[in-house]
């Protein structure tokens, strides 16, 4: 449901996690919080204004449907304390909540390869989820070495945004689908002023092209070998992700493109560039369909799935979305898991879906959505990306989120500088796979 995630990767808790849990997972489990005669759910949430709103609407439905339960809910901030270290303090006081969901997927993962949260399987059964039934490109994304820790709260996608009646004006049919194809329409979309840009045709790494499984996906560039634990960044088809990003800078004046996209406002803002018209095509969530309705209800605009690499994998792209999460020492595995699940309900997804065009794991959930009765387009390109076989969650692994950050950090690298690619890419792969190693040693 929520907007694009700053995935910031908490190295110091992470290496402090598997000595502190050894001692805050040994205690003996106590019984669940009682109040009123009802079990209590101790849930934590990320997130205020609307989305708060929303998520306390929810919290009232379930203790309708189950009035055995008590949700007790509180707001921590920074991804519900996963981006802070509230999260890992609490785990280490033993005073934790229930249940928390987070709006930072990547360095939850981290923090269950490393011992943080209760397996959830046993609850699982014992509320009856069907795995057969959900996402296939989701479950692996639930698991670590075979165990279940996280059950994902909604499925986003990355969606190709571009302006219809710029396309049009340009003699553009569609959408482009190849990376080549987008190059050429970026081109012929761009409108200069002498040596300035006023219109770029399209910025890679505006958006969500700025997070590092955005392009390496859509290139099919492998970056972890889950079957040896091997990180693989340093990789030609990893190379060609940066080096593709930089000749989009080197053709427009890298410090003019610099001094351009700084001045760009933010997804939620009518300052936007794809509302401004000053970019014909962006990288985006499902979720900024809402924007463009708040800001820029009349700019004439369509959705397509991200260009690629390879034609064979087109349509699909690197699932995303909040999850949820028992932390260790937990005492109400149950009832936690039991919530998680009702948020896959039909009133629940559809009222997700109705505003933010995303998706539960459920395929069959789908029929429902009163978008999908009414035909919109923009639902139907995520329905197919969401479920295409090929879509699944970028690079598992233990230190998916510090790859994450370092790629991030090295994006604005490779596309301002003349630093060698490779090279650099060498030694960011040599940096991760000393810590995996370590961390599972």
């Given at each position: 449901?929520?907007?694009e995630k700053?995935l910031?990767?908490?190295c110091?808790?992470?290496a ?10 040994c ?18 949430y990320?997130w205020g204004?609307?989305?708060e ?36 303090a ?14 930072a ?16 399987d ?6 009856g ?37 710029l ?10 689908k ?14 200069r ?6 219109r ?19 290139f099919?560039?492998?970056v ?9 960044l ?12 930089r000749?989009?800078a ?7 493109m ?6 760009l406002?933010a997804?939620f803002s ?8 000053k970019v ?6 499902n979720w900024?369909?809402?924007a ?8 004439e ?10 034609p064979?994998?087109?349509?699909s ?6 999850v949820?999460f028992?932390p ?9 898991v ?8 039909a009133?629940?997804v ?18 429902g959505l009163?978008?999908y009765?009414?035909?919109?387009p923009v639902?139907k ?6 479920f295409?076989p ?5 690079a598992?692994?233990?230190?998916t ?17 003349q630093?060698d ?21």
């Amino acid at each position: 449901m929520m907007k694009e995630k700053k995935l910031v990767f908490l190295c110091a808790a992470v290496a402090l996690l598997s000595f502190s849990l050894v001692f805050a997972g040994c205690s003996k489990k106590e019984a669940a919080s009682v109040s009123g005669g009802k079990t209590v759910i101790k849930y934590w949430y990320p997130w205020g204004g609307d989305s708060e709103v929303w998520d306390k609407w929810r919290m009232a439905e379930f203790e309708k449907l189950y009035p055995e339960y008590v949700i007790e809910a509180t707001y921590v901030p920074e991804g519900a304390g996963v981006r802070n270290g509230k999260l890992m303090a609490a785990i280490n006081s033993g005073d934790v909540p229930d249940i928390v969901v987070s709006d930072a997927p990547t360095q939850s993962y981290a923090l269950a390869t490393q011992g943080a949260f209760e397996p959830i399987d046993d609850a699982l059964k014992e509320i009856g989820f069907d795995p057969s039934r959900a996402n296939q490109g989701l479950l692996p994304y639930m698991k670590w070495d075979g165990v279940t820790y996280i059950y994902p709260q909604n499925t986003d996608v990355t969606l190709l945004f571009y302006r219809a009646d710029l396309l049009r004006e340009a003699g553009l049919n569609g959408p482009p689908k190849t990376i080549e194809e987008l190059d050429a329409y970026a081109e012929k979309l761009t409108v200069r002023n002498g040596q300035d840009v006023t219109r770029y045709g399209f910025i890679p790494w505006l958006d969500a092209g700025a997070d590092p499984s955005t392009w390496t996906f859509q290139f099919n560039a492998d970056v972890y070998d889950e079957s040896t634990n091997k990180v693989t960044l340093a990789n030609a088809q990893v190379a060609k992700v940066y080096e593709w990003q930089r000749g989009y800078a080197q053709k427009a004046d890298p410090e003019r493109m610099r001094s351009f996209t700084s001045a760009l406002g933010a997804a939620f803002s009518p300052d936007h560039a794809f509302m401004q018209g000053k970019v014909a095509m962006t990288a985006i969530g499902n979720w900024f369909c809402e924007a463009l309705r708040q800001y820029a209800p009349d700019i004439e605009y369509a959705v397509a799935p991200l260009p690629v690499a390879d034609p064979a994998i087109y349509g699909s792209c690197a699932l995303a979305g909040n999850v949820f999460f028992v932390p260790k020492g937990a005492k109400n595995i149950v009832g936690a898991v039991l919530f998680a699940n009702f948020c896959q309900s039909a009133a629940i997804v559809e009222d997700n879906n109705r505003v933010w065009r995303s998706l539960g794991i459920y395929r069959d959930s789908v029929e429902g959505l009163s978008l999908y009765k009414a035909g919109d387009p923009v639902l139907k390109t995520c329905i197919d990306i969401t479920f295409n076989p090929h879509s699944s969650v970028w690079a598992l692994s233990p230190v998916t989120a510090e790859m994450d950050d370092k790629l991030r950090s090295f994006t604005d690298v490779a596309i301002y500088s003349q630093t060698d690619i490779v090279s650099s890419l060498k030694d960011i792969e040599a940096s991760l796979q000393s810590q995996v190693d370590r961390m599972l040693r």
